[in-house]
Every structure is written in C-alpha cells, then in structure tokens.
C-alpha cells in the first residue's frame, strides 16, 4: 500500500464510503467492520489464486475468469443479500443492476 498522499483527491463515492464509516460509533462493531473492510478490499484489488488453472498457470489477475473471482463476487452478493434481508436496503437489485451494465461496457 502506498503512503498517503497529502494531494489524493476523492471520488463522491469513497468520501460517502468514508462518512458512514466515520458514523460508526466505536466499539467492537466498528473494529470488526473495519477488519472486514480492510480484508475485503485488499482481496477484491488482487484475489490471486495460487492453485494452477487448466493451463498450468497461477491465476494472477482480477481480470481472468478464474473460479476465486467468480466465488468472491458470489461471497459479497450473499453479504448483499443478507443485509437486504435484515435492514430492507431496498438498494441490492439497484446495485446488480449497475454490476451488470459496468460488466456488459467492459
């Protein structure tokens, strides 16, 4: 990870990723999601899979159509759902949505 840069301009969706995260109160909640936060972005920037795939080779690219890429988007769409289910977000089809049209533009 690099340093921070005193010059490091934010996009309007990480400055509201970083305001909810500051409207957290403290406590084991907020360390627990900052943990999961941390891990989950540090896999999503680079989830290389040291098993060889079908030519011999590591994956080693978020951009390959590897079995851990697809099981890690499995895993966040079932955190999706979950949430969804228990706050009623109202927000989850909103989102695959947006997944989806991002996918088909690549």
Sequence with gaps: ????????????????????LREV???????????LLMDLAAFAREPSCAAAQADGVPCDS???TCDRCRDAVAV????????AG???????????????????ST
């Excluded at 990870?1 to 909810?20: C, N, S």
């Excluded at 966040?76 to 949430?83: H, K, N, P, V, W």
């Design 25 to 35: 109160p403290a406590g084991p909640l907020r360390t627990s999601l900052v943990a």
């Design 62 to 64: 978020v951009h390959s």
């Design 1 to 20: 990870m690099q340093p921070p840069d005193e010059q490091t301009v934010l996009t309007a969706e990480e400055q509201a990723l970083l305001q909810r």
């Design 76 to 83: 966040l769409d079932e955190i999706d759902t979950a949430l």
């Design 86 to 104: 228990v706050l009623g977000f109202g927000l989850r089809e909103q989102r695959k949505a947006a997944r989806a049209q991002e996918t088909r």
